[in-house]
Every structure is written in C-alpha cells, then in structure tokens.
C-alpha cells in the first residue's frame, strides 16, 4: 500500500516568539538541530520509509520558505497547497485528501504528521506506522498516541480500549489528574499524527460535517496551479468552518483506533518544552549561541546576534534577537502569547518580521531606519532576479558590495561589481538581477517620505507575486 506523507504547516507558533514570526514561523526554524528546521526533519523523517512524494498544507505566506527548505534537502514532486486562510485541521487535513485524490491514489495511505513536531526514534516511529497500516488498510482512522512519560497538563489524552480501539478522547487535565491518566497506564498522548485512506476519510467527514467538506471541495474544485504551488480559491475557503480533526471526525467516528508510540517525542510547542527537551548542562542550564551564565540554574538562554550573560537567576527564559528580547519565568510559557497579541494591537511589526526578511529571490536585513532614511543589507542568490517594480515615494542608491548586479534603472541596462553602484530616483521602474554563480551582496540606501514595502508598483515578476 503507497504511503503518502500529508504535513500540516499552518501554524506560527506565537508561544516561541520572538524567534517564531508569522512570516517565518517556527517549524522553518532549525530549534532541536544545528543544520535542519522542523519541517525538514519531518520530511527527512519520511525518507526511510516506503512514501511517495509529500502533500504539504502551508499559509500562503510561507510558500516560497517552505519550497526552498524542502528543495535544500532534495525532496521533489512535493505538492504544497496554499491555505488562504487557517481552518484549523478538519479543512487543511481534506484539501491533501483532494489534492491525493486529483492524482488518483484515493485508496492511498495519508500519513498526517504537523510540522513542528520532533522523533528521534524513528525506528519505533517506523513501527508504530507499520502497525497502523494494517490497521488503516481495513478503512480505520488511526491517530497514533504516545506514551507519556510525566503528568503533562499541556497535551490532551487518548484512552486506549481493546484492539486499539479509542476509549475516549479528553482534554488537557489539571495536574492532579494528568498524574491518575499517567499512574492507570490506560492513557496516551494526543500526538496529533493520524494514518488512514484518503477516501475513508472524506467518508467520514461527509458524514459527520458535511458542511466542511462541501465548502473544501468547492475550494478545492475551483483551484489554481501556479508553479509548484497549488491555490485554493481563498472566497469559497473563506465560507469553510473551523475545526480540528479531532472533533470534527476522530471523535464522532466508530472506525477510529489508536496505535501506540513509545519513543521520544515533543511538539516544541513553547520555550518550556524546548528547554525540556534539550541537553543542559551541569547546572541545568540550556545556553545556546553567544551566552555566558553564571551562578545561574535551571535557564534557558539563547543569542541570536550579542552576547547575552545571565548572573544569578533561577527557572528563566531569555531569548535575544536583532530587534527584542524576551525574559520571563519559565512557568510563564504559554503567556508569551499575549505579548504577540499587544504587538498586533498597537500594529507593531515585531511579530511578523524578523530584522532579516526571506523572500525567494533571495534575502534583506534593515540595519538602519530613521524619519526618511533606511539602511539594507540585500543578497541575491545566484541567478535570482527581483521584480520589475517602481516606487512612488522613495528614491535607492545602490552599492555592490561582492559579486556582479545586472540592473534595469529606467531605459538603461548596466552590469555592477564590487565597490559600483548606481542611482535610482523616485518614479524610475528599475529591476535587480543576479547572473553570477555566488550570492550577490550589496548595501540599498532608501530615502524619501515613505518607505514601506507596500511602496512598490510591480510590472512583472518570476514568482508570481502581486505584493
């Protein structure tokens, strides 16, 4: 039976900010591993196992970050559909059943995995899916439950009946209680990972929110194919309801069994669980990047671009980056949260960005912003070009600082070197090319009354982009 990895990344993991921004979200982040994201080690997780190409279901937003991660660890024929606008899991889980079924492996299994999760046994991972398939070859709707190692009151809870039959799904305990499901032996971890045929499960979505799955596959049916990216028509999406495959299918089914899964496994869904799950050392401490502690216990301390020293303090979270620095007890996790949600209110854009803004061409750093100035950092990939584009308020100065710029600057075409550079005053439709075969730096000076990145007027661009 084909195995078809489906991997769910539409989240943005608001409660690892200020590493986690929306528009580089944490499953993109490299948090458990020096050389590989979230996303892809859940791809490379799939590698050893008999699959076919992945299904990925990601926010639009993401969709050049995420084909470049998988690209960068060779996963091709990778279908990636762009959610317009999250739904929760029910919705995204049934547009990778559409898109499997489209290429007709409807009787296919769909290995459900979220992105952000991470499994260093992958030969009891292996097992547990072998177990699972046979189960899922008779029409059953696996999830796969961990085995829980602590009371954890941050997870919900499967009990497990005969057969693999599921008992019952429940909600994330209090303390007292989480130490009884743990202390019965009779309850796993909701992982959140499910295997089952594609058909057997919009069977069972029809039959138990039939509204969803009508207003999915009429999002789906009116699709468009662009590049790599699958488009789902973002006004009848809009019209889907919200809602998680667990309530919305796992809970009403009766074909529904749990299968479970004994190795090593943590959803990173907070910098508790990340300091949890990482090595410390002699004082408990996770220190990360540029840090120096001293008389310091039980901290996880990460440094993005400075040093960060920590002098007596106990249980703290202390996460630098180029533009905020986060410090809170670590009992405090989930709360990180409402920060995100002030930063949203008083329209600040700590959430969304990082100093550095990935875009497929290539990547730009803000080193210096005033009232009518702004310093960038830009790089180029080779053989990456930027949009033809113009702009209304702000005028750019150029300056290569390696590698050589072909630039379009109104009607003339001038190749730049190391140390050139070249003016472009407001109005002028200009364009940015790399033709060389190493990364193109160079330093953009930008000037004018406003200097948003809304400011730009685009003629045409290789990557489909209308903003």
Same mark, same amino acid.
């Given at each position: 039976?084909?195995?078809?990895?489906?991997?769910?990344?539409?989240?943005?993991?608001?409660?690892?900010?200020?590493? @986690?921004?929306?528009?580089?979200?944490? &499953?993109?982040?490299?948090?458990?591993?020096? &050389?590989?994201?979230?996303?892809?080690?859940?791809?490379?997780?799939? %590698?050893?196992?008999?699959?076919?190409?992945?299904?990925?279901?990601?926010?639009?937003?993401?969709?050049?970050?995420?084909? &470049?991660?998988? &690209?960068?660890?060779?996963?091709?024929?990778?279908?990636?559909?762009?959610?317009?606008?999250?739904?929760?899991?029910?919705?995204? *889980?049934?547009?990778?059943?559409?898109?499997?079924?489209?290429?007709?492996?409807?009787?296919?299994?769909?290995?459900?995995?979220?992105?952000?999760?991470?499994?260093?046994?992958?030969?009891?991972?292996?097992?547990?899916?072998?177990?699972?398939?046979?189960?899922?070859?008779?029409?059953?709707?696996?999830?796969?439950?961990?085995?829980?190692?602590?009371?954890?009151?941050?997870?919900?809870?499967?009990?497990?009946?005969?057969?693999?039959?599921?008992?019952?799904?429940?909600?994330?305990?209090?303390?007292?209680?989480?130490?009884?499901?743990?202390?019965?032996?009779?309850?796993?971890?909701?992982?959140?990972?499910?295997?089952?045929?594609?058909?057997?499960?919009?069977?069972?979505?029809?039959?138990?929110?039939?509204?969803? @799955?009508?207003?999915?596959?009429?999002?789906?049916?009116? $699709?468009?194919?662009?590049?790599?990216?699958?488009?789902?028509?973002?006004?009848?999406?809009?019209?889907?309801?919200?809602?998680?495959?667990?309530?919305?299918?796992?809970?009403?089914?009766?074909?529904?069994?749990?299968?479970?899964?004994?190795?090593?496994?943590?959803? *990173?869904?907070?910098?508790?669980?990340?300091?949890?799950?990482?090595?410390?050392?002699?004082?408990?401490?996770?220190?990360?990047?540029?840090?120096?502690?001293?008389?310091?216990?039980?901290?996880?301390?990460?440094?993005?671009?400075?040093?960060?020293?920590?002098?007596?303090?106990?249980?703290?979270?202390?996460?630098?980056?180029?533009?905020?620095?986060?410090?809170?007890?670590?009992?405090?996790?989930?709360?990180?949260? %409402?920060?995100?949600? $002030?930063? %949203?209110?008083?329209?600040?854009?700590?959430?969304?960005?990082?100093?550095?803004?990935?875009?497929?061409?290539?990547?730009?750093?803000?080193?210096?912003?005033?009232?009518?100035?702004?310093?960038?950092?830009?790089?180029?990939?080779?053989?990456?070009?930027?949009?033809?584009?113009?702009?209304?308020?702000?005028?750019?100065?150029?300056?290569?600082?390696?590698?050589?710029?072909?630039?379009?600057?109104?009607?003339?075409? *001038?190749?730049?070197?190391?140390?050139?550079?070249?003016?472009?005053?407001?109005?002028?439709?200009?364009?940015?090319?790399?033709?060389?075969?190493?990364?193109?730096?160079?330093?953009?000076?930008?000037?004018? @009354?406003?200097?948003?990145?809304?400011?730009?007027?685009?003629?045409?661009?290789?990557?489909?982009?209308?903003?």
């Amino acid at each position: 039976m084909k195995i078809i990895p489906v991997i769910l990344s539409g989240g943005v993991g608001s409660r690892l900010w200020p590493l @986690s921004r929306e528009h580089f979200p944490k &499953q993109c982040l490299p948090l458990t591993d020096a &050389q590989y994201s979230l996303l892809q080690q859940t791809a490379n997780r799939t %590698k050893a196992l008999d699959v076919s190409a992945p299904i990925v279901v990601c926010n639009e937003d993401h969709r050049f970050l995420i084909a &470049q991660q998988l &690209q960068e660890i060779g996963v091709t024929g990778a279908s990636i559909v762009l959610e317009p606008k999250g739904r929760n899991t029910a919705p995204a *889980i049934a547009l990778a059943v559409l898109e499997a079924e489209h290429k007709n492996l409807e009787n296919a299994l769909l290995l459900v995995l979220p992105a952000d999760h991470v499994i260093r046994d992958v030969t009891a991972f292996e097992k547990a899916i072998q177990q699972a398939a046979e189960l899922a070859e008779l029409d059953a709707l696996v999830t796969f439950g961990v085995q829980p190692t602590r009371p954890e009151t941050g997870y919900g809870y499967i009990r497990a009946g005969d057969d693999f039959a599921v008992a019952e799904f429940v909600e994330k305990p209090n303390l007292e209680t989480a130490q009884s499901y743990l202390d019965s032996g009779n309850y796993l971890w909701n992982s959140g990972m499910f295997l089952f045929k594609a058909k057997a499960y919009l069977s069972e979505l029809a039959c138990h929110r039939a509204d969803i @799955s009508e207003a999915v596959t009429l999002a789906y049916q009116a $699709r468009n194919e662009d590049m790599d990216f699958v488009r789902i028509d973002p006004e009848a999406f809009a019209a889907c309801p919200e809602d998680s495959i667990d309530y919305a299918v796992m809970e009403p089914t009766k074909n529904a069994k749990v299968v479970p899964y004994a190795g090593d496994w943590s959803d *990173i869904g907070a910098w508790d669980a990340l300091y949890d799950y990482a090595e410390k050392d002699a004082e408990q401490n996770v220190l990360l990047g540029d840090v120096m502690a001293e008389s310091s216990n039980n901290c996880l301390v990460r440094s993005e671009s400075r040093l960060v020293a920590a002098v007596g303090v106990n249980n703290l979270v202390i996460v630098e980056t180029a533009d905020a620095v986060l410090v809170m007890d670590k009992n405090n996790a989930q709360d990180v949260k %409402k920060i995100v949600k $002030r930063l %949203k209110t008083e329209e600040r854009e700590e959430h969304m960005f990082h100093t550095t803004v990935h875009r497929p061409w290539g990547s730009y750093q803000t080193v210096d912003l005033g009232e009518r100035h702004q310093v960038k950092r830009i790089m180029v990939k080779p053989g990456e070009k930027l949009s033809v584009q113009m702009h209304h308020h702000r005028a750019e100065h150029w300056v290569v600082v390696s590698g050589t710029a072909k630039v379009q600057n109104g009607d003339e075409e *001038i190749l730049l070197t190391e140390n050139e550079s070249t003016y472009i005053p407001v109005g002028v439709v200009h364009a940015l090319e790399n033709p060389g075969k190493i990364p193109l730096e160079l330093v953009e000076v930008q000037s004018g @009354s406003y200097l948003g990145e809304d400011d730009i007027v685009r003629f045409s661009d290789r990557y489909g982009r209308s903003k």
